[in-house]
């Protein structure tokens, strides 16, 4: 996205005090010795769990290899020298719960399932992307749900329940609340969270819009988990005319503080765009990430719906080498140790298959339909229906188009 001085939709910059948002309870990055043992606590876990899940030897040792096959694939074998603590809790990835947490297990044994079926239990959906509200004051470049914004709602408070009971039935790990913003539902959210929070982690995906200390603190004491705040650039100018609200860089690093001080586990989520795919943005940008104290930044590729419908946006391959070349240094090099986690999901469909078509994750558009991805609108059918359990199949059955295969 280009910064033009004589467009009409310049927007001003602004006069942003880092120092007075900064909170003061940022995630930790841990490393050496201290990640050396974690690890080895959640390799006795993973094994008893493999154990509880297959209790054959054959079937340990298949899982064992199939896990082996995957982190050749993602990253020719090597591992993450560094996790996020927060709030007393250990991260590796941003959906995978913490070992301590009574969700660990049932999350693993779903994930072991897709490896290498077996009967014992485990969860469905290790994400869900769950819209409550097609309203939005923002005006994205990049937003998905841009055709379906500031239309008449169709998902009320009870249908939301619903879906909730729905996707719990099956097994979610996570339900990350999205829309339009998330925000102008708060007191739903609230009381959704609070009756539904021992099955499932919940999340709140904001731009930041009405993310105020009152209503971070609301739906932490609700049981909220996690919170991924979209900021689109280091330059306050640069986020707002992408967002294409003035002010929006100002509410988004607003929200962040406010989640650290909470104790959500915090993420950034950022669309790299074609001008932004160097390695000097990136390094800018993770640079405020760790400013700013969060434990993960996840990058999103660009993609040709929504209000990015017809339009040349998609990153060429040597863009998307810029940013796999950085994703891993930012994981496995010891000069980033104390920079926060990178998720680029694009990087890791494009080596193991999609995460998503209802298989591991599932997105829930503002109709309560469920579909592939938030990025892939091939409806499966209604979420709100009694044959929920056949428009979740109807995904899996099709498929995925731009990642291949389905990873199983
Ligand atoms: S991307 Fe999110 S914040 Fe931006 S306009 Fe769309 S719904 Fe609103």
């Not at 993960?296 to 810029?322: C, N, R, S, T």
């Not at 891993?328 to 090099?333: E, G, I, K, S």
């Not at 979420?383 to 199949?393: H, I, K, T």
Request: charged residues 20%.
């Amino acid at each position: 996205m280009s910064v033009d001085p004589t467009s009409a939709k310049v927007i001003q910059p602004l006069d942003v005090d880092y120092d007075a948002i900064r909170s003061s309870n940022p995630h930790r990055m841990v490393h050496g010795v201290e990640a050396r043992l974690i690890r080895l606590r959640q390799q006795v876990i993973n094994v008893w769990t493999a154990v509880q899940a297959y209790r054959s030897p054959a079937g340990i040792r298949a899982v064992i290899a199939r896990l082996k096959e995957h982190r050749a694939l993602a990253s020719g074998g090597k591992r993450v020298v560094k996790l996020v603590s927060a709030a007393g809790r250990n991260h590796w990835r941003l959906f995978i719960p913490a070992n301590t947490s009574p969700l660990h297990v049932p999350f693993l044994k779903g994930e072991l399932n897709r490896l290498v079926p077996h009967s014992r239990g485990g969860h469905e959906l290790a994400v869900v992307f769950l819209s409550v509200t097609k309203k939005c004051p923002l005006k994205c470049e990049h937003c998905f749900e841009w055709d379906n914004l500031n239309q008449k709602e169709v998902i009320g408070p009870e249908d939301i329940n619903h879906m909730i009971e729905n996707l719990q039935s099956m097994g979610a790990t996570n339900i990350a609340f999205t829309g339009g913003e998330p925000m102008l539902r708060v007191r739903e959210m609230a009381e959704s969270i609070r009756r539904y929070k021992s099955k499932s982690q919940f999340w709140i995906l904001t731009s930041g819009f009405n993310f105020t200390a009152a209503n971070a603190a609301e739906l932490r004491s609700a049981g909220a988990h996690g919170v991924v705040v979209s900021i689109d650039h280091y330059d306050p100018l640069a986020h707002d005319q992408f967002r294409g609200t003035k002010g929006s860089f100002r509410d988004a690093i607003t929200a962040v503080k406010h989640a650290l001080d909470q104790g959500y586990l915090t993420a950034i989520s950022t669309c790299v765009t074609r001008e932004n795919a160097n390695r000097e943005y990136i390094d800018a940008f993770m640079d405020l990430a760790k400013s700013l104290g969060v434990g993960f930044v996840q990058w999103i590729e660009p993609k040709a719906v929504g209000h990015y419908a017809m339009q040349d946006v998609l990153l060429k391959p040597e863009h998307q080498a810029v940013l796999e070349e950085a994703l891993l240094d930012y994981t496995y090099m010891d000069a980033y140790k104390d920079h926060p986690l990178v998720i680029y999901h694009e990087y890791y469909q494009r080596k193991l298959g999609c995460f998503a078509a209802g298989n591991k994750m599932v997105y829930v558009d503002t109709d309560g339909d469920l579909m592939s991805c938030p990025f892939c609108h091939r409806k499966g059918g209604s979420l709100l229906g009694d044959d929920f359990r056949q428009s979740l199949e109807n995904l899996r059955t099709a498929g995925c188009s731009d990642y291949g295969p389905v990873m199983v």
